[in-house]
């Protein structure tokens, strides 16, 4: 192929692969596959390896996070990003309504109505069609630089589609997170033993503040834009047009939207929107309100902080009064003592609330929540009831108690310690039931060793009449002891016994996992496995050892090291070896061609999956790790390599494609 048809195949990729990103994931409408679409990315990647010139800031190849940042630059937005005004009922949209018709007078005009995403404002700066500047809002004149991380949004278009794009527009929007994909990261969090986070919104937030762009690329972020700041050339005449404008450049907006010739029809809009509110992929806290025709906006102007032609309108979250007849205290698996508020039952967005959260004690002094209170609680994000305020009027002069963290574990009575830098309470008595429980239930799940059939009533039943105190516990049961617990037949007694001696056999990582070592999460525990390959060589380790695996750093080395160097665990191995417990360990090497080599995959490849090339990479010697660091010896980049390459280029590790990584595995 000579040079010119290079160029002009490479821009064919080009196009072909932004058209597939525009349908996967802004109209989620893909007509190709997986292997498809690796096809053509590769076929692009390999064309701008041969001809370097051909590679361009703004080629599907190049969406991945850059080297980690050492802080955020400024950014000036050349229009000030305002904040909408925010209204609560109807009778302040009506004033609104007449504020706008008295400034306009007898001009006719139009309202849109389109969701309020409950997200993080950003705005998107394109110059000659390419992506130049992501900023966040910050005082609405300056904000922080985050072009990085925004790059790494497979929904923000790196070069803008169609024709003649204006030479130079700046595009707002609203990042956030799909409702499905906060849930999969807060369950990734916790099996990986680290805080969930509260809600979509501060998920959100964080994300955006990390100065990792490839940590960012690891989290399910999207954006919906919904309006310009500077926009060289022509405008289009109304909000739903400039929409319909944004869409065509490829940006993602909302598909649920009205045009209203009156207020009236506006208020019958928000009330399909509020229908349609559950059904959403994101969560919304509202609807925005705007004058439709644009040449209007500026008759109308602004306040210092606010635009006189738009407003938002909140939908109120179902909020209902009932009494705090107590705080109790839940003892998690790592022994942290929670807070709860147990309520006088209480209907709240269709369902009965008896409890709350109160997270921490400084939370409950925050509020000054008081036993025996009158408090209002709602559903934050539809989902978790929350405490949002004290009916402190209601006290009428009573004295109530105020509460006070216990100075002792509640279930075992042992002493409650805080830790350094910590805020919570911690019980450090591992035969704490509590503990034992969620400690159990830990070990048997799905992502640990997977023991069919123990369930948490079984699990309450079996530690309640101790028969259970840690997992080695599980392998000395048999039918009889099964045979007087509470729904236990003679065959789910079976299910269970035959789940316990099948998990005996599971890998070793698996093991690890479920031991539930604090800061070891399912990553760090193959990466243990993968690199030391048995129980024992991990129990023996010392800190500086574990830190040279990847995925294990300070923190984590020093949690691992207590961890085996207790009696009690030392106690629980023996047990566990007697009952036959054996992991499956990698497989050992000898002297293969990656002996002592730790790569990391990204991307897809034509020839093997990910498993099968785990596999062949420990079967030669090597490990896989997770994440790229210093500690890497090489990266192995597929089609749609992800921001690892980017982080491999800027930390100056070895880049093997997939022809070459064969080649290494052949030895």
């Known amino acids: 192929m000579t040079k010119r048809e290079a160029e002009k195949r ?52 190049q969406r991945v996070g850059g ?20 209204t609560y009922d109807t009778e302040e949209l009506i004033e609104f309504h007449e504020r706008v018709c008295k400034l306009l007078a007898e001009t006719p005009f139009s309202y849109s109505v389109e969701p309020k995403i409950d997200g993080v404002a950003v705005s998107c700066r394109y110059e000659k069609g390419s992506l130049a500047t992501g900023s966040t809002r910050g005082d609405g004149t300056t904000g922080d630089d985050i072009t990085q991380n925004i790059r790494t949004i497979r929904s923000v278009p790196l070069r803008l589609h169609g024709d003649k794009p204006p030479p130079v527009v700046e595009v707002r929007g609203e990042v956030y997170m799909s409702k499905d994909g906060f849930a999969k990261l807060n369950a990734a969090r916790t099996g990986a033993g680290s805080e969930p986070f ?8 964080g994300s955006l503040k990390l100065l990792d762009p490839s940590a960012v690329a690891q989290r399910p972020l999207a954006v919906a834009f919904y309006a310009v700041g500077e926009w060289t050339g022509d405008r289009p005449p109304t909000h739903v047009a400039l929409l319909d404008r944004l869409a065509g450049f490829g940006f993602q907006t909302f598909a649920q939207r009205w045009v209203c010739p009156t207020i009236e029809t506006v208020l ?56 705090l007849t107590d705080i109790s205290i839940q003892v998690g698996r790592t022994g942290v003592l929670t807070p709860v508020a147990e309520l006088e039952p209480v209907h709240v967005s269709g369902t009965v609330v008896s409890r709350a959260t109160l997270h921490n004690a400084e939370e409950i002094q925050r509020k000054d929540i008081r036993i025996g209170d009158r408090v209002i609680i709602e559903k934050a994000g539809e989902i978790i009831p929350a405490i ?63 023991i069919d059939g123990l369930g948490e009533s079984l699990i309450d039943q079996l530690i309640d009449r101790d028969l259970v105190k840690n997992p080695a516990d599980l392998y ?58 048995t129980l024992d060589a991990i129990a023996n ?12 750093g300070p ?58 090339a785990t596999q062949a990479i420990q079967g030669r010697g090597g490990s896989v790790s997770s994440s790229v660091s210093r500690k890497t010896d090489y990266v192995v980049a597929g089609s749609d390599a992800g921001s690892k390459l980017a982080k491999a280029q800027a930390l100056g590790i070895d880049v093997l494609n997939e022809k070459s990584f064969i080649e290494i595995l052949k030895g």
């Not at 080297?67 to 909408?84: D, K, W």
């Not at 059904?279 to 705007?290: A, S």
């Open 198 to 205: 509260a809600n979509p919104r501060n998920a959100t937030a």
């Open 476 to 533: 000395d049961l048999t039918a009889a002891h099964l045979s007087d617990l509470e729904r236990m037949a003679a065959r789910s007694a079976a299910k269970l016994i035959t789940g316990i001696e099948a998990s005996k056999e599971r890998e070793l990582w698996r093991l690890i996992f479920g031991m539930g070592i604090r800061h070891v999460g399912a990553r760090s525990a193959q990466a243990l496995a993968n690199a030391l390959l």
């Open 10 to 61: 490479a821009r064919t990729l080009h196009s072909e692969l932004e058209r597939h990103n525009l349908l996967y994931y802004v109209h989620a409408t893909p007509r190709i596959d997986d292997r498809a679409y690796d096809k053509l990315y590769r076929e692009l990647e390999d064309l701008e390896a041969q001809y370097p010139a051909l590679l361009t800031p703004d080629s599907p190849t």
């Open 388 to 450: 949002v305020a004290v009916q402190k009027e209601a006290r009428k002069g009573r004295r109530l108690q105020r509460f006070r963290m216990p100075d002792r574990c509640p279930v075992c009575a042992e002493p409650a310690v805080r830790q350094e830098s910590e805020v919570a309470l911690r019980c450090e008595n591992l035969q704490c039931q509590a503990q034992i429980k969620r400690w159990i239930a830990h070990y048997a799940a799905r992502g640990a060793m997977n």
């Open 555 to 612: 923190v984590v080395a020093k949690s691992i090291r207590a961890f085996f160097a207790a009696d009690h665990t030392i106690t629980l191995l023996a047990r566990l070896r007697d009952a036959g417990v054996s992991p499956q360990s990698p497989e050992p090497t000898n002297g293969g061609s990656l002996d002592g080599k730790t790569l990391v995959l990204t991307g897809s490849m034509q020839s093997m999956t990910r498993d099968e």
């Open 541 to 552: 380790a010392g800190e500086d050892a574990l830190e040279r695996i990847p995925d294990i």
């Open 268 to 323: 019958e809009a928000l009330e399909e929107l509020r229908a349609l509110q559950a059904t959403l992929p994101y969560e919304i806290d509202g609807g925005v309100i705007k004058v439709n025709e644009r040449d209007l906006h500026e008759r109308l102007g602004s306040t210092s902080k606010s635009p006189r032609w738009a407003v938002a309108y909140k939908y109120a979250a179902e909020r209902v009064e009932t009494t």
């Open 67 to 86: 080297a980690p940042l050492e802080s955020f630059q400024s950014v000036r937005h050349a229009v000030p990003m305002m904040s909408l005004s925010n």
